[in-house]
């Protein structure tokens, strides 16, 4: 059973990794796989190219034992939906469960994204509880929350039975970290220390990256 976590890291930060770890661990994941995209469909482009994305997801997961970034997205280029980019795992791995993890937040607009259920054919979906959102807080969204009801599992061990289908909502340490905020401290001058590793705030100083005036605060 594999993870797949994707998203624009715009700089990655420890809510990402943090929660990837924990979901790991719970899962029993033997391989987590960090796919960063190049256009997203659902939001405004990334400030950083996708050069410094990748080189500071790659940084901060140096060592990782079992944890790939994948490039797939970025070398398919153009806006990267995820049903292809889980039509071309499952096309290389046509055995192994794959889990596609996402916040709650991610998870809220779920029917808009471009043949969703497709996708939930192809993969579980594990959500990550993320401040402020919960699965009641989804009850607005009725697409959405009746697709978890029909959809949920209630254990564990459910996910590995069958390779893809199940909705699973992994409990997480609530980490209220997310990029745009410390693109904004970045662009305040602020430091974002403790809230990304060391060596992605070294990138981000080094290059000056998401800083108007490039000088960025320790
Ligand atoms: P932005 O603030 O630019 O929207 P982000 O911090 O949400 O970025 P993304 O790269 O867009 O980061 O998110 C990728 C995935 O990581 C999404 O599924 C998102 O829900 C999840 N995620 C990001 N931050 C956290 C966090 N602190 N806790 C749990 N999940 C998170």
Redesign the pocket.
Same mark, same amino acid.
Do not use: K
């Given at each position: 059973m594999i993870g797949i976590?994707? @998203?624009?890291?715009?700089p990655?930060?420890?809510?990402?990794l943090?929660?990837a770890l924990e979901v790991r661990q719970a899962l029993q994941l033997q391989q987590l796989r960090f796919i960063p995209c190049a256009t997203?469909p659902h939001?405004t482009p990334?400030l950083a190219n996708e050069l410094h994305r990748l080189a500071m997801l790659r940084s901060a997961v140096t060592g990782q034992r079992d944890v790939i970034v994948d490039t797939r997205e970025l070398d398919r280029g153009g806006v990267s939906y995820m049903v292809d980019t889980l039509l071309s795992l499952r096309a290389e791995l046509p055995e192994t469960t794959l889990c596609l993890?996402? @916040?709650?937040?991610?998870l809220r607009y779920f029917d808009s994204w471009h043949r969703y259920l497709e996708i939930l054919s192809l993969a579980h979906i594990v959500v990550?509880?993320?401040?402020g959102n919960s699965v009641e807080g989804l009850r607005s969204q009725p697409t959405v929350y009746t697709l978890i009801e029909q959809h949920r599992a209630m254990q564990l061990q459910e996910l590995r039975r069958q390779p893809a289908g199940l909705i699973w909502v992994q409990p997480?340490t609530?980490?209220?970290?997310?990029?745009?905020?410390?693109?904004g401290m970045c662009a305040r001058n602020e430091s974002i220390q403790y809230l990304v590793p060391d060596v992605v705030r070294d990138y981000i100083h080094q290059h000056t990256l998401y800083c108007e005036r490039g000088a960025i605060a320790n």
């Open positions: 976590y994707g @998203g624009t890291f715009d990655v930060h420890l809510g990402h943090r929660t997203p939001r990334p993890i996402m @916040g709650m937040d991610a990550m509880q993320r401040p997480v609530q980490l209220a970290i997310s990029a745009t905020a410390i693109r």
